[in-house]
């Protein structure tokens, strides 16, 4: 039953990536607010997700120590990620790269949002709707910022969106490839999948705090603007609160 239910939530979260097309709808200036306002929803949901379900579903079941371990793992896995793609960008000093540099990223990405939904599904389907819930909420405004970069790149919109679609089938590979390896090596390596729920932890904080601190604060705002940010994050953490409250 794991198995199809991963395959079912990690489609329907790469069908998600088709939310990019709205760049051929909304002008430049709504969709780059757009885009940070549905970050700030996305990041409270992430943070939502990691601290009131998944973290401590994986505490509750396996050593803490191996569990705060693996937070740590995904946290360094994913600024070494970060930082191997922007090296490569800079490195070469061509704009052209930012497309094709963001989609292998996205893609990495993808994978290892697959396997948060894999391990969820694994433990129990409350935990795997909660990780699949926290993920739709962000690949919405991740998607819709890929295609705009890649067409921004040199990228045609159709080439764009296509490309992304097969960036975000790698959410199935991950979920996939994870209820694989536990298939195999579950009963070799006890508490497997909670280890596997922690990396992806530390993967979730990591792009929640990178999404609301850096990356946002860029952007010159106006104050009632930047309020609403806070406000939405909060609507982030209290939209996964009542699905907590709901699935359990």
Same mark, same amino acid.
């Given at each position: 039953?794991?198995?199809?239910?991963?395959?079912?939530?990690?489609?329907? /979260?790469?069908?998600?990536?088709?939310?990019?097309?709205?760049?051929?709808?909304?002008? %430049?200036?709504?969709? @780059?607010?757009? =885009? =940070?306002?549905?970050?700030?929803?996305?990041?409270?949901?992430?943070?939502?997700? /990691?601290?009131?379900?998944?973290? &401590?579903?994986a505490?509750?079941?396996? &050593?803490?120590?191996?569990?705060?371990?693996?937070?740590?793992?995904?946290?360094?896995?994913?600024?070494?990620?970060? @930082?191997?793609?922007?090296?490569?960008?800079?490195?070469?000093?061509?704009?052209? +790269?930012?497309?094709?540099?963001?989609l292998i990223?996205?893609?990495?990405?993808?994978?290892?949002?697959?396997?948060?939904?894999?391990?969820?599904?694994?433990?129990? &389907?409350?935990?795997? =709707?909660?990780?699949?819930?926290?993920?739709?909420?962000? %690949?919405i405004?991740? %998607?819709?910022?890929?295609? @705009?970069?890649?067409?921004?790149?040199?990228? @045609?919109? %159709?080439?764009?969106? /296509?490309?992304?679609?097969?960036?975000?089938?790698?959410? /199935?590979?991950?979920?996939?490839?994870?209820?694989?390896?536990?298939?195999?090596?579950?009963?070799?390596?006890?508490?497997?999948?909670?280890?596997?729920?922690? +990396?992806a932890?530390?993967?979730?904080?990591?792009?929640a705090?990178?999404?609301?601190?850096?990356? +946002?604060?860029?952007?010159? +705002? &106006?104050?009632?603007?930047?309020?609403?940010?806070f406000?939405?994050?909060?609507?982030?953490?209290?939209? =996964?609160?009542?699905?907590?409250?709901?699935?359990?």
């Amino acid at each position: 039953m794991s198995f199809e239910l991963i395959l079912v939530a990690t489609l329907w /979260v790469s069908i998600v990536s088709l939310t990019g097309m709205a760049f051929f709808f909304l002008n %430049e200036r709504y969709l @780059r607010v757009s =885009i =940070i306002l549905l970050a700030s929803l996305a990041g409270g949901t992430f943070l939502g997700a /990691v601290f009131l379900k998944l973290l &401590p579903v994986a505490l509750a079941n396996a &050593p803490a120590p191996m569990v705060t371990g693996f937070v740590l793992a995904g946290i360094a896995l994913f600024y070494f990620v970060e @930082r191997v793609v922007d090296w490569h960008q800079h490195a070469h000093q061509h704009e052209r +790269l930012v497309g094709p540099n963001n989609l292998i990223g996205d893609g990495l990405h993808n994978f290892f949002d697959g396997l948060a939904i894999g391990a969820g599904y694994i433990i129990s &389907p409350a935990t795997g =709707i909660i990780a699949t819930v926290a993920v739709i909420m962000h %690949e919405i405004p991740q %998607e819709i910022g890929d295609v @705009r970069l890649m067409i921004k790149s040199g990228f @045609r919109k %159709e080439k764009a969106v /296509v490309l992304n679609l097969f960036s975000a089938l790698l959410v /199935v590979s991950g979920g996939v490839g994870f209820f694989a390896i536990y298939y195999y090596a579950g009963g070799m390596i006890p508490n497997l999948e909670y280890y596997g729920l922690s +990396l992806a932890c530390g993967m979730f904080i990591y792009i929640a705090v990178t999404d609301l601190s850096p990356d +946002l604060h860029r952007e010159i +705002l &106006p104050p009632q603007l930047s309020n609403l940010q806070f406000a939405l994050v909060l609507v982030g953490i209290l939209f =996964i609160a009542s699905v907590v409250a709901f699935v359990q």
